[in-house]
């Protein structure tokens, strides 16, 4: 049964409807924005200390067309990527695996480029990674792709633009950069299991990026029961059965954390 947020005002009693929901689902897909790794140390894209903060955001255009801002670009991940790399999950994405265990988890569709999910133990077959990997590096030109950490010593050695030991091509993150699509294939797999799912957990997205954003109503008009764990509202609150405004990492785990104890 599908209820509005309004059928139930007070927090216990949607942390309640959430577990009841949760606990019923034999397939259960969650989709991750920045809300569920700031808890690891990791800005929030929009939010302070985000790149929507601190500098233009870059596109693709200027990546491929202009030397000095590839040079700029990999300058700025000499010293960022290992800060990233040295990030661990939090207890929001070790509640995920904990779906996983229990056999109900079909997927984590996440809009983080930051592998946490991988990290904390979650199979690599089930996350997909709507805005890319910063892990990877790949060719423009050939494909080829390359572990971040190959390139990262690349970087320390001296190589300001680095190129492909192949071709000859620009070499780029793995990442979606402004004024590129979603990987098809990516999109694809998300569209799917937003159609299988019975219940579609969203934590930590603002939805206000599309096509992702859609993917909560695609659940919820093939039946799927919708709850949303923000810290702030979203423009999809309105089709959720359960809003809850909350940490990702704590009020995740004690929703998990309910399923065995009848409370």
Not at 61 to 89: H, I, M, Q
Not at 124 to 148: K, Q
Not at 239 to 259: K, M, W
């Amino acid at each position: 049964m599908n209820r509005s947020p309004a059928a139930t005002p007070n927090l216990h009693d949607r942390i309640e409807l959430a577990v009841s929901l949760i606990r019923g689902a034999s397939s259960i897909v969650a989709m991750t924005g920045a809300g569920i790794s700031t808890e690891s140390g990791i800005p929030d894209y929009r939010g302070p200390g985000g790149v929507w903060e601190t500098q233009r955001p870059p596109t693709i255009g200027d990546y491929l067309e202009n030397e000095e801002n590839r040079k700029a670009f990999w300058r700025k991940r000499l010293t960022d990527y290992p800060v990233l790399a040295a990030r661990e999950p939090n207890a929001g994405h070790r509640a995920l695996v904990e779906l996983e265990r229990r056999g109900t988890l079909l997927a984590v569709i996440t809009q983080n480029i930051d592998g946490l999910h991988q990290k904390a133990g979650t199979s690599p077959e089930r996350v997909i990674e709507l805005h890319g990997s910063a892990h990877r590096i790949r060719c423009v030109d050939c494909g080829r792709t390359w572990d971040s950490d190959q390139i990262q010593q690349r970087l320390e050695d001296g190589e300001e633009d680095p190129r492909c030991d192949v071709c000859g091509g620009i070499l780029r993150s793995g990442t979606v950069l402004f004024g590129e699509p979603l990987p098809k294939d990516e999109l694809e797999k998300a569209v799917a299991v937003s159609n299988a799912c019975d219940v579609m957990l969203v934590v930590g997205s603002s939805l206000v990026v599309n096509p992702a954003a859609r993917l909560p109503e695609i659940a919820r008009k093939r039946g799927a029961s919708v709850i949303m764990l923000n810290r702030t509202q979203t423009p999809l609150d309105r089709i959720a059965d359960v809003h809850i405004l909350g940490e990702a990492g704590p009020t995740l785990s004690d929703l998990v954390g309910r399923l065995d104890s009848g409370r």
